[in-house]
C-alpha cells in the first residue's frame, strides 16, 4: 500500500495518507506529498485538493522515529511551503487529532474542516521543543497573537468548538466528512479565496502583552525553557517578516531539540508508552472491567471512586455503617462538586456520574464485580477481615486488590482462597488527579490480573508502573530517602527555607519541608511509631521532635515552618529552639538539589538491586508522575546518568 494516494471525485482531487497507526509525516509521506502537490498543479481538471487521512486520525505529526537522525527532504517545512504556494487550494479534512507537524500541514492548507469530537494543537512544548514547520509564524497569522501564544506555549490541544471559535478552522461539519469536505471545496472555489497565510501580517497586542505573558510563563514554566522560547517565536512571527519569522522558529526548533530538556522529556515519553503496554503481558488478555467494587470511601476510596466514574465504569461503594455510607458518598459528591466548580463538568454530568455509584453497606453487592479495590484503614487485621470477605463473596474470577501503602501484600492476601487474583494497585492522593498508579504483583498473582491492572490504568489514564514487593514500594521508598537526606542537610546547618528554595529551583512545586507542611507530618510520624511499637530500631527524626511538640503541618498552624493564617511558610524561630542541641555549625551547602536527587536516585540503585522496579525509567515515572519531579529533568535517575551536561545537578 502506498502511503499516499491521489483520487479524483469530479473537480476535486483527494489526496491520502495512510501511514498507520497515527499518519505521522515520515520521510517518505512528505516526498509523495510534495509530489502530489506538483502532479495536480500541473492538472487542469483539478479545482481543489482535499488532503485526507485514513484510519483512526489524521496526522499526529512528526514521525518520532527520525528525531535524533539526519532530517532527509523534504523537511516538512517547505512541504509546508509548497502546499500553501500550490495553485489549486488545499483543504484539510481532520478527524481525530491534529497534533504539531500534522496541524502546521494543515496550516499550509487555504481551508481546514474538521469532525466535532476532532482535537487540534501544537504540544510541541510538551516534548521541550518549539513547533519547526511554521506553526508560531503561521498561527498567529491566522488567530492572531494572544490566541497563538496560549496554543504555542501551553500545548494543550484544542477540540473543535473552541478551535472553530477561535478561527483555527473554517468549518466544523456533521456526518461523513470527506462527503462534507467535497462539498465545502465546491463551494469554496467558487468565490474568491482567503489570502494565503505567508503574506499575511498580524495586528501587534498591546504594550505590556508579551511582558505580562513572560513573567506569567515564566512562573508556570519553572525552568522549563520551551515554553518561554515558544512565546519568544510568536513575539517574533508578529514583530518580523514572514521569512525572518520563519528562520528565527527554524533556528530555536534546532537548538532545542538538541537540548538536554528534550531529551529528558523524549526519554519521558517514550518510558511512558512503553510503561502502558509492558512486554512481558503480550498475549495476556485482561478482564473486562464492566463493574468494579471500592471498600472505604475515606480519601482515597472516594478518590478511586471517581476515577472509575470518570471512565464511565459503574462502581459499588462500601463502607462500615450507614453513617460511613452516607460519609463514602458525600466524599465523592464533593469531588463531583469541585469539577462543576472548576467548569469541568456540568451539573448533569456530575449527576450522571454520581448516579453510576452505589453505596451500600452491603457486601453482597460485589457478588458481580469484575474488580473489587480495597482502601479501608492501614491495619492489617482490618484488611485481612476485608479480603477474608471478599474472597467468599467475589466471583471467582474477579480481582480483588488493596491500596495499601506500606503493609506486606503477602501478609494480607494470606488465606485468601486463589490468590492468584489478587494483586496490589497504589494510587496516589488525589487518586482522581494523580496519574501514577503503582502496580504490586503477589508471587501468586496471575498473568490476567496483572494484565487487567495495567487495562485498568489504561481505562483510568493512568501511568502504571510495576512495583515488587518492599516497605512503600517504588515511590514512597524514595520519599523516606529523600526526607531523610533533607534532614540531614538541616542537621549539617543549611536551613530549612534554603533547602526549600533549592528544591523549587530545580522545578519541583514545593521543597520536602513545605510538601509535609501541607500534607500533615502525622502520618509518617505515627507509621515510623507503628514500626517502633512493633519493635524495630527506627532512629529519631527531626520530624517527630516536630509532631511531639505538637507541629504537625499547616492543619495546626505550623509544621516546618509557622503561618500566620495562611498558606505562606515563615521561618520559624520555635522550630530552631526545638532544634537548637541537633543542628551543626552553619555549613555551606551549594549543591543542596544536587545531593537530594542524588540521595533520590541512590536508593534508586537499591531498589533496581532487589528487582523492586524492573528498569530506571520506572523509577523516573513514580517520581514525575507520583511525587511532583520536574518532568523536563527527566526523573531522578535520568538527571544523575545526564549529570554530566545538566550544571546544576
Ligand atoms: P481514610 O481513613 O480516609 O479512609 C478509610 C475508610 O475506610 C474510612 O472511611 C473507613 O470508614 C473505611 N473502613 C474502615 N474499615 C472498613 C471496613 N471494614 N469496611 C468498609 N470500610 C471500612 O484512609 P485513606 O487515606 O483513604 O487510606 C485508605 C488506604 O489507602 C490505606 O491503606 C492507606 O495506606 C492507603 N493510601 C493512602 C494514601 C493517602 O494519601 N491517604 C495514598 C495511597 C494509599
Excluded at 488545499?90 to 507537524?101: C, Q, V
Aim: aromatic share 6%; glycine share 10%; with cysteine.
Amino acid at each position: 500500500m502506498p502511503v499516499v494516494s491521489v483520487s479524483r471525485e469530479g473537480e476535486i482531487a483527494v489526496v491520502t495518507v495512510d501511514n498507520p497507526p497515527v499518519n505521522a509525516l515520515s520521510q517518505a509521506v512528505r516526498r509523495a506529498l510534495f509530489d502530489a502537490t506538483t502532479e495536480l498543479d500541473a492538472d487542469d481538471g483539478v479545482k481543489a485538493v482535499v488532503l485526507a487521512c485514513a484510519g483512526r486520525t489524521f496526522s499526529a505529526g512528526t514521525d518520532l522515529s527520525e528525531f535524533g537522525k539526519t532530517p532527509m527532504e523534504p523537511h516538512l517545512p517547505d512541504l509546508v511551503n509548497r502546499i500553501e504556494a500550490s495553485v489549486k487550494p488545499w483543504i484539510a479534512a481532520i478527524h481525530g487529532t491534529a497534533l504539531g507537524g500534522g496541524f502546521e500541514i494543515a496550516l499550509g492548507c487555504r481551508f481546514r474542516v474538521t469532525v466535532p469530537d476532532a482535537a487540534i494543537g501544537l504540544p510541541e512544548v510538551t516534548l521541550g521543543i518549539v513547533p519547526g514547520a511554521s506553526g508560531t509564524v503561521r498561527t498567529p497569522r491566522l488567530v492572531g497573537a494572544e490566541a497563538a501564544v496560549e496554543l504555542v506555549t501551553g500545548g494543550k490541544p484544542v477540540k473543535a468548538a473552541k478551535a472553530l471559535s477561535m478561527g483555527l478552522v473554517d468549518a466544523v461539519v456533521q456526518g461523513d466528512l470527506l462527503q462534507s469536505v467535497l462539498a465545502f471545496a465546491s463551494d469554496a472555489v467558487a468565490r474568491p479565496l482567503p489570502v494565503p497565510l505567508s503574506q499575511r501580517t498580524v495586528a501587534a497586542p498591546a504594550s505590556t502583552f508579551w511582558e505580562d505573558k513572560k513573567g506569567a510563563i515564566a512562573k508556570r514554566a519553572k525552568g522549563e525553557t520551551a515554553p518561554l522560547a515558544a512565546l519568544e517565536c510568536v513575539r517574533m512571527a508578529v514583530e518580523l517578516s514572514f521569512d525572518e519569522a520563519l528562520a528565527f522558529e527554524r533556528k530555536t526548533f534546532l537548538d532545542l531539540r538538541a537540548s538536554e530538556q528534550a531529551a529528558a522529556l523524549r526519554a519521558v515519553f517514550f518510558a511512558e508508552r512503553a510503561a502502558r503496554r509492558p512486554a512481558g503481558l503480550k498475549g495476556v488478555e485482561p478482564l473486562p472491567l464492566r463493574k468494579a467494587g471500592v471498600v472505604g470511601g475515606g480519601t482515597m476510596g472516594a478518590g478511586i471512586t471517581v476515577a472509575l466514574r470518570d471512565a464511565g465504569i459503574p462502581v459499588v461503594l462500601i463502607e462500615r455503617d450507614a453513617e460511613a455510607v452516607a460519609r463514602g458518598l458525600a466524599n465523592v459528591r464533593t469531588i463531583f462538586e469541585g469539577g462543576v466548580k472548576r467548569a469541568k463538568l456540568t451539573k448533569s454530568q456530575a449527576e450522571a456520574k454520581l448516579a453510576g455509584v452505589t453505596a451500600s453497606t452491603d457486601c453482597g453487592l460485589l457478588a458481580d464485580a469484575d474488580m473489587v479495590i480495597e482502601a479501608v484503614f492501614e491495619e492489617l487485621g482490618v484488611k485481612r477481615t476485608v479480603f477474608n470477605q471478599l474472597g467468599r463473596l467475589c466471583r471467582p474470577d474477579s480481582i480483588i486488590a488493596t491500596n495499601t501503602s506500606y503493609l506486606d501484600l503477602r501478609l494480607i492476601a494470606e488465606g485468601v482462597p486463589d490468590p492468584s487474583r489478587f494483586i496490589g494497585l497504589h494510587f496516589f492522593s488525589p487518586a482522581n488527579i494523580m496519574r501514577l498508579l503503582e502496580i504490586v504483583p503477589i508471587p501468586e498473582t496471575a498473568p490476567r490480573t496483572l494484565a487487567t491492572g495495567f487495562a485498568l490504568a489504561r481505562a483510568l489514564d493512568k501511568i502504571p508502573v510495576q512495583a515488587g514487593i518492599c516497605e512503600g514500594f517504588i515511590g514512597n521508598r524514595i520519599l523516606k530517602r529523600y526526607r531523610a537526606a533533607a534532614e540531614a542537610l538541616v542537621y549539617d546547618g543549611v536551613p530549612i527555607a534554603e533547602i526549600d528554595a533549592a528544591m523549587r529551583d530545580y522545578g519541583f512545586a514545593m521543597g520536602p519541608f513545605e510538601a509535609q507542611d501541607l500534607g500533615g507530618l502525622d502520618i509518617a510520624y505515627l507509621q515510623r511509631e507503628g514500626a517502633r511499637a512493633n519493635g524495630r530500631d527506627v532512629p529519631e527524626t527531626l520530624g517527630d521532635i516536630l509532631v511531639r511538640a505538637g507541629r504537625k503541618g499547616q492543619k495546626t498552624g505550623g509544621g516546618w515552618y509557622d503561618y500566620a493564617g495562611d498558606r505562606k511558610p515563615q521561618p520559624s524561630a520555635v522550630v530552631a529552639e526545638l532544634l537548637a542541641g541537633k543542628i551543626a555549625r552553619m555549613t555551606a551547602h551549594s549543591a543542596i538539589a544536587g545531593h537530594l536527587v542524588g540521595e533520590m536516585a541512590a536508593e534508586g540503585d537499591a531498589i533496581l538491586a532487589e528487582g523492586v522496579a524492573g528498569q530506571p525509567s520506572d523509577i523516573d515515572l513514580v517520581e514525575i508522575h507520583g511525587y511532583g519531579f520536574p518532568r523536563w529533568r527527566g526523573g531522578p535517575m535520568f538527571a544523575r546518568a545526564h549529570s554530566h551536561r545538566q550544571q546544576d545537578v
